[in-house]
């Protein structure tokens, strides 16, 4: 069962903060004892959510408190157990960064597919499982909504929630799991 998750997108300021801060919410409620970050490709370090985000985390009922962004370096793919990045071109460029680690680097979109297909299935054999899907598909980005109306920032909240929730019901089963051995 994945300790880490590491989510990222570009500025760390909208969509990865928002996976992190889902993600940290959901399994804190479920008692899931994972650690949840995120950064960005072309982040730079120290500033806040964008305001938009913090609404909408806030209105659902989310911590986005204490948030600062930070760029993307090595050391952060090398200590993540699952990398969860918010487009195709993130994936690539977490794969490039540290291509050692690709078989552990995911859209967040694909992630919660392969999961939700796998049912109960291992880190491992999700890693496996990842030919079941198109990887190369357009549906597996979540758009940017830096610039755009709130109602951007509403619908990136709408993508990302119920997929981090098929996460944190995947890593919950594997807890269960792993308290009943």
């Not at 801060?21 to 959901?26: E, N, P, T, W």
């Not at 880190?123 to 758009?143: C, G, K």
């Not at 909504?145 to 919950?172: N, Q, S, Y």
């Amino acid at each position: 069962m994945p300790g880490s998750v590491l989510f990222i997108c570009t500025g760390n300021i909208c969509r990865s903060p928002i996976g992190e801060r889902i993600l940290a919410g959901l399994a804190q409620r479920s008692g899931v004892p994972v650690t949840s970050s995120s950064a960005g490709v072309g982040a730079m370090n120290g500033h806040a959510m964008h305001p938009y985000a913090v609404e909408v985390l806030d209105e659902h009922g989310y911590d986005a408190t204490g948030f600062e962004s930070r760029y993307l370096r090595p050391p952060l793919l090398q200590t993540a157990d699952v990398v969860l990045c918010l487009t195709r071109d993130h994936r690539a460029a977490a794969q490039q960064m540290l291509p050692v680690r690709w078989k552990r680097m995911f859209t967040l979109t694909e992630f919660a597919e392969l999961v939700s297909l796998g049912g109960d299935a291992s880190l491992d054999e999700v890693i496996a499982s990842r030919s079941r899907i198109d990887t190369n598909s357009a549906h597996l980005d979540i758009l940017d909504p830096m610039g755009r109306p709130r109602d951007d920032f509403d619908r990136v909240f709408a993508d990302i929630e119920p997929k981090v929730a098929t996460i944190v019901d995947w890593l919950t089963v594997h807890d269960n799991a792993r308290e009943t051995r």
